[in-house]
């Protein structure tokens, strides 16, 4: 008697509640049409993403997870809600923790008009960055009279808006900025450095970041600083995220960000709401 031929095994797929169609999970690969962007996060596909097996909607799978209502720091009096599209008739909304628009899924205060890139509401609570030996707070505003800092990582100017800082030594950076590791300097063009230059460029430990001319009520402070020999992980290293799941994302340079799909982890700026 021969082997019975097994029935072929059905596709798993699921849905979202902002699509009609159902979804596969598959490992986005580079050959594929990334024409679309992700509705979440209004970035292109990238690692796991949920795939319509309809049409080419398309979400990432940290954006398929996120929860529909959160708890967070930056706003303590209510609860946010996920919005799949923005609540205003323009179609676009404010992002009250980086200050840009958006147009894709954002979390959504209804009594308070606030409103959160779901990226932004998943910043971690502090990390650490190559430029500074200290840990790095996420700070919900500028702690400067004039509401406004400039970035000790790009030197660039900042709002009053969400950055992440070290109050102990008055060191101010973008959310973009700590979250990606500064640049390797090229080698100086230098003749007592030729030996040195022919055998690569000049390891990260060599790379300084400097503290540019202050603005208005910021300290008058000047320090370099010597990046760690073995590079930093950009993100506060946490004993419960051993089996975090690692969302990655190309804007500008590769942002990381330690998401888990329990509730378990500690260093989370956002906390899934229940009653």
Request: net charge positive; hydrophobic share 35%; charged share 15%.
């Amino acid at each position: 008697m021969g082997k019975i031929a097994s029935e072929p095994q059905k596709e798993t797929t699921t849905t979202h509640f902002s699509h009609p169609h159902p979804l596969k999970l598959i490992n986005h690969q580079p050959t594929l049409n990334s024409a679309a962007s992700c509705p979440g996060c209004s970035l292109k596909p990238s690692g796991m993403i949920y795939s319509c097996t309809t049409c080419h909607f398309f979400l990432h799978k940290k954006c398929f997870e996120m929860p529909k209502k959160i708890t967070h720091p930056f706003h303590k009096e209510h609860a946010f809600t996920l919005l799949t599209e923005p609540a205003y008739a323009e179609g676009l909304f404010n992002c009250d923790a980086c200050g840009e628009t958006g147009n894709g899924f954002s979390y959504h205060c209804k009594p308070c008009g606030i409103d959160l890139h779901i990226l932004c509401a998943a910043m971690p609570l502090s990390l650490t960055h190559a430029c500074h030996a200290h840990v790095l707070a996420l700070t919900f505003g500028s702690p400067y009279g004039d509401k406004a800092f400039v970035c000790d990582i790009c030197k660039g100017p900042g709002s009053d808006h969400w950055l992440y800082r070290c109050s102990s030594c008055g060191f101010d950076a973008h959310l973009n900025c700590a979250r990606r590791a500064p640049p390797v300097q090229p080698p100086v063009q230098n003749p007592n450095f030729m030996a040195f230059q022919s055998q690569g460029p000049m390891p990260q430990q060599a790379a300084t970041c400097f503290r540019s001319a202050p603005w208005p009520n910021q300290p008058q402070v000047v320090r370099p600083q010597f990046a760690a020999a073995t590079p930093q992980p950009n993100f506060m290293p946490n004993p419960m995220m051993n089996n975090a799941a690692v969302w990655c994302f190309q804007q500008e340079a590769l942002l990381c960000l330690p998401l888990e799909s329990t509730e378990t982890a500690t260093n989370l700026s956002f906390r899934p709401f229940s009653k």
